[in-house]
Antibody, heavy 121, light 112 residues
Framework: EVQLVESGGGLVQPGGSLRLSCAAF????????VNWVRQAPGKGLEWVSY????????YYADSVKGRFTISRDNAKNSLYLQMNSLRAEDTAVYYC??????????????WGQGTLVTVSS | DIVMTQSPDSLAVSLGERATINCKSS????????????LAWYQQRPGQPPKLLIY???TRESGVPDRFSGSGSGTDFTLTISSLRAEDVAVYYC????????FGGGTKVEIK
């Protein structure tokens, strides 16, 4: 069974940093591109970042570019999101989501349960 | 970025009746080289992550009941629930993946 498990969320002050992790189970992680998608409380879905299966191709939403860094360790079946210079508007549940296709232009067929990041003083 | 606009924001439908959700993209998401529309639909039940229902605008994901169907091409798309069941209460999102992924604002489906 495909499973994605996020961790690392919590309460952080504005300007602070946090590192999220997503552990993958039940499939060959190194064969899939993966995304971070977030959802502010009571709001809709917002794509944050994508990394290809090899880690070579990376994209960011304009709202996080220069502040967030996506990475992966295929040997550990894990995806990461380093978040720096956090703002109140970054408060959200962060989901990792697997793409089914081999390229970035794809839908996400499996999602984790999410981890909540709260940016507040 | 491609803007996705869903309508209505919410709708209340009686059990067993049809629910129709619309999604419009700010530019065509039909890729001419493969004749595919780069559009997906997701269902998000309260307190749950999104679940993939439909991809390539009209292909139902494995295990999704056949009362869910997707249609449309170019810039205008529709998700139809042919006969609403209680477990279909959720927020539904369209997403384009032609360019940098963007989602519609969501449509909340409730029981009348």
């Amino acid at each position: 069974e495909v499973q994605l498990v996020e961790s690392g969320g919590g309460l952080v002050q504005p300007g602070g940093s946090l590192r999220l992790s997503c552990a993958a189970f039940g499939f060959t992680f190194s064969s899939y591109g993966v995304n971070w998608v977030r959802q502010a409380p009571g709001k809709g879905l917002e794509w944050v970042s994508y990394i290809s299966s090899s880690g070579i191709t990376i994209y960011y939403a304009d709202s996080v570019k220069g502040r967030f860094t996506i990475s992966r360790d295929n040997a550990k079946n894990s995806l990461y999101l380093q978040m720096n210079s956090l703002r109140a508007e970054d408060t959200a549940v962060y989901y990792c989501a697997r793409n089914r296709c081999s390229d970035s232009s794809c839908y996400s067929d499996s999602w984790g349960q999410g981890t909540l990041v709260t940016v507040s003083s | 970025d491609i803007v996705m606009t869903q309508s209505p924001d919410s709708l209340a439908v009686s059990l067993g009746e049809r629910a129709t959700i619309n999604c419009k993209s700010s530019q065509s998401i039909l890729y001419s080289s493969n004749n595919k529309n780069y559009l997906a639909w997701y269902q998000q039940r309260p307190g749950q992550p999104p679940k993939l229902l439909i991809y390539w605008a009209s292909t139902r994901e494995s295990g999704v009941p056949d009362r869910f169907s997707g249609s449309g091409s170019g810039t205008d798309f529709t998700l139809t629930i042919s006969s609403l069941r209680a477990e279909d209460v959720a927020v539904y999102y369209c997403q384009q993946y032609y360019g940098t992924p963007t989602f519609g604002g969501g449509t909340k489906v409730e029981i009348k």
